[in-house]
């Protein structure tokens, strides 16, 4: 039986668990250790595919996380949640976008793959995140699950899409490119999957977050606190705001609110 009183924090990853320059601060690896030893259970929520945080999940002794905001779930180590796109209203969107030549990504939680061979757009946001741009595999989306699609376009060219695609989520996380999930997808959601394994009291459930796609998770968690360099957004919602992520702000933020 469960300590009624046991904690839960989920961390996004980019602008939160790692910096500006997409490194843990050492004072982060060192207040999740000591979350831990306080009997505190630690997850991950971000949108990034499963294959894009191994490195990160093994460095820090973390097996439970909510991916590709909310769409892919794994409970200590076993996938307990999956909410792919739907393939024939995908293929729709591809079939515009292509005219367009709006390139697109496809991502599994094992890969991802371009519909075109190269293009500067998705150079430049994917070195963002330290990834090389993906190889061209035009047919992916026919042929696995794909739990999020990523859509280069700037943001004067959005508005179209979101008008067009309302079985869709679109989420901004670059000035070309844009996440496409099923609508209603969110890191909420992935959460709640989660927390049905997890008996928790939504008192004692905490979240940390920077960016728009972790709005609906400090909305939902009892403690949601906001990185100092997040988005002006998420401070509207957020419970607490601690430092910048280069600044302590995971260290920090685990204090004020008395976890370590």
Do not use: C
């Amino acid at each position: 039986m469960m300590d009624d009183n046991k904690k839960i924090v989920f961390f996004d990853i980019d602008g939160t668990l790692l910096d500006h320059d997409k490194e843990i601060p050492a004072s982060t690896k060192e207040a999740i250790v000591k979350l831990k030893k306080n009997g505190v259970y630690v997850a991950i929520a971000t949108g990034r595919a499963p294959f894009m945080f191994e490195d990160l999940r093994e460095e820090l002794d973390i097996d439970s996380f909510v991916s590709f905001n909310g769409q892919y779930v794994v409970f200590e180590g076993e996938v307990i949640y999956k909410n792919p796109l739907n393939v024939e209203k995908m293929q729709i969107l591809r079939k515009y976008a292509e005219k367009q030549q709006h390139p697109l990504v496809y991502l599994n939680h094992e890969t991802m793959k371009a519909n075109v061979g190269d293009h500067p757009f998705i150079h430049e946001s994917m070195g963002s995140l330290k990834f090389t741009h993906p190889e061209i595999h035009p047919g992916f989306l026919d042929e696995t699950e794909i739990y999020q699609a990523l859509l280069f376009i700037e943001e004067k060219d959005q508005q179209t899409y979101l008008d067009a695609y309302k079985d869709f989520h679109f989420i901004r996380w670059h000035s070309y490119s844009t996440d496409i999930l099923p609508k209603g997808g969110s890191k909420a959601i992935g959460i709640q999957r989660m927390l049905e394994r997890l008996p928790f009291k939504k008192e004692n459930v905490f979240a940390f977050g920077d960016g728009l796609n972790d709005l609906e998770m400090l909305e939902y968690v009892g403690t949601g606190i906001a990185m100092g360099n997040a988005h002006s957004d998420l401070l509207k919602v957020a419970d607490k705001v601690t430092t910048d992520v280069s600044k302590d702000g995971i260290k920090n933020g685990l204090e004020s609110v008395g976890l370590i």
